[in-house]
Structures are given as C-alpha cells and as structure tokens.
C-alpha cells in the first residue's frame, strides 16, 4: 500500500480518516478476485468471527466456515463445552445446512422456540427418525400455542438425495415454491438446502481442514496453567488457537506464549499438523516484534475500537485502527508473521482498507451479534422488532463468567473493573438478519475495491493500493442518503 502523493497526517487514522483510490485495473469481475487469506490458517474468507461469548458459538462457526471464514470459540466456556462445539462444527456438513427438527406430535411452541437459531426459517418435522413435513414461522402464525404441529405443518416434502446437483436444487426448489429441501441420506435426514444456501455453495469455498471437515478456533488467556489448556484445544481439534488478553504487551503474555507455542509443537509431532498461534491484542509495533519473537504465527491488533468496547474512554489507552494495522503488519511482515484487525469495522469498506493496510483477515464481532447465528437469544423488543444482546468481554457480565472459579471476596473486587458495556441490544436487520446475509455484503464490497485496485489476490491487493487521507466532511460525502436534501 502507498498514500497518495505521498501524504502523511500529523496524526494517526482511523478507517473513516481514508480512502483508497481507483489504479488502473485489468481485473474485469469480482468473481476473478481470490480472497484465501496468507496467513497459513487455510480460510478462503478475510473474515473471522472474534471470540465474544455472545457471537461466537456453534451455529456462527458452522455457518462462517461454510462460507469460508472461521469463529474463534471464547476462553470462558468449560473444556466439555469445547469439545462438545467443536465436535459438532465437525461433524456438520461443508455444503447442506444444519436443520431444525421437531416431532410431529411437538406443541407449535416448540417450534416457535427454534425457528430463531438458522435464519433458513423451517424446522424438519420428524416421526421418529422419518421426515414427514416442513413447518415454517407463517405456518405458526394465528395458531394456538398448544396445537400439535401435525396440524398446521406442510406434509409429505419435496426431498433430494445426498448427491443432489446444486443447479439442479435450485430449479426443484423453485419449481415447487418451497424455501428449503430435506436432503436424505438412506432415508436419515443429513441437511437441507435452500435457494440461497444452494447460489452461495456455487460461489463459496468452505474452510476446511486436512480432513475435510468445517474449521474452527478456540482462545485461551494467559492467567492458569497456559500449556494444559492449550492441549485440551488442541485435542479438542481446533484448528487455530488464540492467546487472547486486552493488553497484549505485557509480561505474562510474553510468559503464556512459550508455553502455548511448546504444547503446539508438542502437538504437531505426534499428529504432523502444526496449528497457527495468534496472540494479542497489541497496536504497536514494537508489541508485534516481541510477541511474534515469543512464538506467535498470527497477531491480533487493536485496543478499543470495539462497539462494545469503553476501554479509551476509561483509560485514555489505544490508538485508532487504521495506523495500528498498517504499523503492526509491516512490523509482523520482517518477522515473518501476519495480523489480525480486530475491531472497529462497521462498514464493507473498513474491511477492505484493514486489507490494504497489512491485515491478514479481519476480526468481527459486533456486527455479526446481531444474527440469527449468533450465541445469544433471540428476543423482541416492545414494538416487535428481533434483537440479541451483546455484551463486551471486559465488562462486568464476562468478567464474572470467567471468574465463576473464585472466591466471592474476590469476584466481587474483579466486579469493581470493567472497560467494556454489560449489555447492548444488536437488532437484526430486517433486510440482513443473518450471518450470510452480512457476509454477501462484505465480500461484494471487498471484491470490488480488489477490481478497483487491480488486484486479483490479497497479497497483490497490499501492493497497490493507494490510499488518501480524508475530512470528516469528505468522509460524509461518500455515504448515500436515504431522504432527499
């Protein structure tokens, strides 16, 4: 990346500080654009749900990986509750998406209760193991709560075999007027698939490990026996680990990475598969020389640029996204490491400039919180609109879920501290309610701002893009109105 005319701003930047200007482009598609990330992971999405306990959990990691991203599973969660998540990630199916079942004879709220977990709409209705109909929230609509769902399902469903043809899919499920297609398996239910399900599996690569299997990652603190906990990741079968604490650049960090990367290598002999180790977070150059020394593959940069984030207001400490990512990629690049962005997007196009900057992929978390996938549950809020809360992992609620071990005398002075908001409400967006949604809107910009740059990959995007500084005024004449002056 290069600044325009040589600018420089006496001051550091943030994404909505810059612009990137268009160069000169043979790149005639976006479908030409290759957006696998350089960073070792194996993603062919920049993108990477960041380790929030209400964002971040099976259904949001089974779904991003489809689509070629990956979910970092939080440090506050129980090793069963580890291995249980990323035993079913696994399991999950690279192309059909996972159902919701209900029985025939299951009360209507019973399938009112699930139909917020996928944002597909439909729950299979089962006897027994049998598939025996459809039933959707419109059918539930007007219907008393305790009728059986035999009474207002659509029976008897257009289904196709595990091998089905995605083109052809696609004409069955118009052809019918249906949302979503059973896929049976020597009569067991193995997925379903939908019309966007089927468009998006023809222009996403799923991230995959060597066994073919959906990807995930887990994070792990530096507080504890470091190297145990690693292990139980890596026997979990994550396939990226994060060392994961707000301030990054300090001495037990600096402690804690040695031991993970030891229990890594240790790993990687017995099995011959070494997995990346990310740490942070950090926003100087410096930070990224030292923790990349330690034994980290990947570092994740940013302090307070987060929605639920109050860590600069409190403190006073952190430093706009946008000069951080560029200063640490570049320090990462002469050590042979690559950076995470975390944090601070709210728009496809910061996502592109963290990429022009030097970022390997880009941390989201916020933005993703308010999806049917996310670990939360769904709610309504007084005037019908779907909302999940989200929460900041320095605020008092997380903080009092990672320190559920201690004593009451001392959970309650950690209480004392937070840097973070308790609880926010994320509304779906009617237009993008979920995770798929958001993600088409993010690839199609980043894409485009690869044509823009005559770039075909993320490593050629880095090299030419040219980036300009900006006023808030020219910041705001670049975002579309929805009323007229």
């Known amino acids: 990346?290069?600044?325009?005319?040589?600018?420089?701003?006496?001051?550091d930047l943030t994404y909505n500080d810059v612009f990137m200007v268009p160069s000169r482009s043979s790149v005639t598609s976006r479908m030409d654009v290759d957006l696998t990330t350089p960073d070792a992971v194996g993603t062919t999405l920049p993108l990477v749900v960041s380790n929030m306990t209400a964002v971040a959990g099976r259904r949001m990691a089974e779904t991003v990986a489809r689509r070629g991203g990956i979910a970092i599973l939080p440090q506050d969660i129980t090793p069963a509750a580890v291995q249980d998540m990323v035993g079913q990630v696994k399991r999950a199916h690279s192309v059909f998406e996972t159902p919701i079942t209900v029985q025939v004879d299951d009360a209507v709220a019973t399938a009112l209760s699930l139909l917020g977990k996928r944002s597909h709409g439909a729950a299979v209705v089962l006897d027994g193991e049998r598939v025996v109909?459809?039933?959707?929230?419109?059918?539930?609509?007007?219907?008393?709560?305790?009728?059986?769902?035999?009474?207002?399902?659509?029976?008897?469903?257009?289904?196709?075999?595990?091998?089905?043809?995605?083109?052809?899919?696609?004409?069955?499920?118009?052809?019918?007027?249906?949302?979503?297609?059973?896929?049976?398996?020597?009569?067991?239910?193995?997925?379903?698939?939908?019309?966007?399900?089927?468009?998006?599996?023809?222009?996403?690569?799923?991230?995959?490990?060597?066994?073919?299997?959906l990807?995930?990652?887990?994070?792990?603190?530096?507080?504890?026996?470091?190297?145990?906990?690693?292990?139980?990741?890596?026997?979990?079968?994550?396939?990226?680990?994060?060392?994961?604490?707000?301030?990054?650049?300090?001495?037990?960090?600096?402690?804690?990475?040695?031991?993970?990367?030891?229990?890594?290598?240790?790993?990687?002999d017995a099995t011959g598969r070494r997995i990346p180790l990310a740490a942070g977070n950090i926003v100087s150059a410096s930070g990224a020389a030292e923790l990349s020394a330690a034994g980290a593959d990947i570092l994740k940069v940013g302090v307070g640029p987060g929605a639920m984030c109050t860590t600069r207001m409190m403190t006073g400490v952190g430093r706009p996204q946008f000069s951080a990512v560029l200063e640490c990629a570049a320090a990462a690049r002469d050590s042979g490491a690559e950076v995470w962005a975390d944090g601070g997007v709210k728009y496809p196009r910061d996502v592109a400039l963290a990429l022009a900057a030097g970022a390997a992929s880009v941390m989201v978390g916020s933005w993703f919180a308010g999806t049917y996938e996310s670990a939360g549950d769904l709610m309504r809020d007084p005037d019908g609109k779907l909302?999940?809360?989200?929460?900041?992992?320095?605020?008092?609620?997380?903080?009092?879920?990672?320190?559920?071990?201690?004593?009451?005398?001392?959970?309650?002075?950690?209480?004392?501290?937070?840097?973070?908001i308790s609880s926010s409400r994320m509304y779906l967006d009617p237009a993008r309610p979920g995770v798929e949604d958001l993600i088409d809107s993010i690839v199609a910009g980043v894409r485009s701002s690869f044509t823009y740059a005559g770039a075909r990959s993320i490593g050629e995007f880095r090299e030419r893009a040219v980036v300009g500084i900006q006023s808030s005024a020219g910041y705001e004449e670049g975002r579309a109105r929805d009323t007229s002056w």
């Open 387 to 420: 909302y999940k809360e989200s929460f900041g992992m320095a605020s008092a609620r997380a903080v009092r879920n990672r320190t559920k071990d201690q004593s009451a005398f001392d959970r309650a002075r950690s209480a004392l501290f937070e840097e973070g």
């Open 1 to 11: 990346m290069k600044f325009l005319n040589d600018a420089s701003a006496p001051y």
């Open 133 to 213: 109909g459809i039933v959707t929230e419109k059918d539930c609509t007007d219907v008393d709560r305790f009728a059986r769902i035999s009474e207002v399902m659509s029976a008897d469903p257009v289904t196709v075999g595990p091998d089905a043809d995605l083109d052809a899919a696609f004409t069955l499920l118009g052809t019918h007027h249906v949302g979503v297609v059973p896929v049976l398996d020597s009569g067991r239910l193995a997925g379903v698939l939908t019309r966007q399900g089927v468009l998006r599996s023809s222009i996403y690569t799923p991230a995959l490990d060597p066994q073919g299997r």
């Open 215 to 268: 990807m995930v990652g887990g994070a792990v603190g530096i507080n504890g026996d470091v190297r145990s906990k690693t292990t139980s990741l890596l026997e979990a079968g994550v396939d990226v680990l994060v060392v994961d604490t707000a301030h990054g650049h300090q001495d037990k960090m600096l402690d804690a990475l040695p031991l993970a990367a030891a229990a890594r290598d240790a790993f990687a």
